[in-house]
């Protein structure tokens, strides 16, 4: 499911630009990659990106919560800015400043980024249905920036976490979300502010394969020199990551709101 988490506060105020490229240029220097370093078979440090976020104020990141409870404990995540190619283990590694799991939200800081131009949050309520937004991300785990336009198609609520009584107030949009885009930025392109957060794409297997994915094999088999069951489990893995149904979600902004004020940024009106 593609969960895009609608933001609404107050940033300085700019006239949206007259084209969609220079949205997207002036968009791209706010955004970042979420990145984790691990060992290949040869033991050679390899990067991975598992996730988007951009700038919310001088060298704070919103992204996310989902993308970093996933992660294996002690790994160290990395936010490299998208037109930046390598970077420093030293100076890029993420501090998470709150995390929101029942809004699936997070703030991540980073000193090494106060730099980079903040993105101007807008109003959800202000948003109408079939309005366009442009989607910027990573996804399939990408490295290279990548810009998606969706329509805003249905303003709705969930819950985002089973079993949990908290509903979500979400808007949904029409547009093409794969693993990666999670974390980036949903702009609202009339006003050319940003109204989400994407959090998951829409289409996946049922519970039944996905159980059946994470089981452990008792016994080895082969058939012509492959194991049928792992080519099984090998075969939903892509099927999970390349389903596309094209719509998503989003989170209203008075939560991003809350949590940009308890870390001493105020958020105005």
Do not use: W
């Not at 440090?45 to 598992?50: G, L, W």
């Not at 936010?79 to 939200?105: G, R």
């Not at 039944?208 to 792992?230: E, H, N, T």
Request: aromatic fraction near 2%; charged fraction near 20%; proline fraction near 6%.
């Amino acid at each position: 499911m593609l969960l895009i988490l609608a933001l609404c506060c107050c940033s300085c105020e700019a006239a949206p630009p007259s084209d969609l490229p220079t949205l997207i240029e002036q968009s791209q220097r706010s955004v970042v990659r979420l990145v984790v370093v691990g060992i290949d078979a040869t033991k050679k440090p390899v990067t991975r990106v598992v996730g988007s976020g951009f700038v919310v104020a001088p060298g704070k990141i919103a992204t996310s919560a989902h993308i970093l409870t996933k992660l294996p404990k002690g790994i160290l995540l990395f936010l490299v800015p998208a037109s930046q190619e390598q970077f420093d283990v030293k100076q890029n590694v993420a501090e998470v400043n709150t995390i929101n799991t029942q809004h699936d939200l997070a703030l991540l800081e980073c000193p090494a980024l106060i730099q980079l131009p903040s993105l101007t949050l807008g109003e959800t309520k202000d948003v109408r249905l079939g309005e366009q937004a442009l989607i910027l991300g990573f996804p399939l785990s990408d490295p290279t920036l990548t810009a998606t336009r969706g329509m805003v198609a249905a303003k709705s609520k969930k819950r985002l976490i089973e079993n949990d009584p908290t509903v979500t107030e979400m808007l949904k949009l029409d547009a093409s979300i794969n693993v990666g885009n999670s974390g980036g930025p949903i702009i609202h392109i009339p006003s050319g502010k940003v109204i989400g957060i994407v959090s998951a794409k829409e289409g996946s297997l049922s519970k039944r394969l996905q159980a059946f994915r994470k089981k452990k094999s008792k016994a080895a088999m082969s058939i012509g020199g492959d194991d049928p069951i792992k080519l099984i489990k090998e075969t939903l893995n892509d099927m999970e990551r390349n389903l596309q149904l094209g719509l998503g979600y989003g989170v209203n902004v008075e939560y991003l709101k809350t949590m940009l004020n308890r870390s001493g940024r105020t958020t105005g009106k």
